[in-house]
């Protein structure tokens, strides 16, 4: 097994299959997909190259419980600063639809 180090100064996030791209642009950032009742709406906040805020702005048709569970994703994703987390037990399916929101909004921050 490897064991890998990455320090460099350069912001960057992890997108999916674990490709590392550098975060050009701050600003605030939407994406959407499907979550465990719908469509979950979310808006990524990268300030100097980092993330700095994930908020879910729409889920009218997640239950309310799932929903509440799902958003213990987000202080993940910070931490991580990538939305290559584990998705929440229980609540699986809305928070893999805030994860996969999330990827997408980030998507447009490396363009």
């Known amino acids: 097994m490897h064991s890998w180090r990455y320090s460099h100064l350069v912001p960057a996030v992890i ?3 674990g490709v590392i791209q550098e975060m050009e642009q701050d600003g ?38 799932y929903l509440a569970m799902a958003e213990d994703i987000i ?19 809305s928070s893999t639809g805030i994860k996969n929101a999330a990827e997408q909004a980030l998507e447009q921050a490396v363009k």
């Open 28 to 65: 605030t950032y939407t994406g959407e997909a499907d979550g465990f009742g719908g469509t979950v709406a979310v808006e990524v906040t990268v300030k100097d190259g980092k993330i700095e805020a994930v908020e879910v702005t729409s889920a009218e048709k997640e239950d309310s419980a």
């Open 75 to 93: 202080p993940k994703i910070i931490e991580a600063q990538s939305a290559e987390v584990d998705t929440i037990s229980g609540a699986t399916f």
């Open 15 to 17: 997108l999916s299959q």
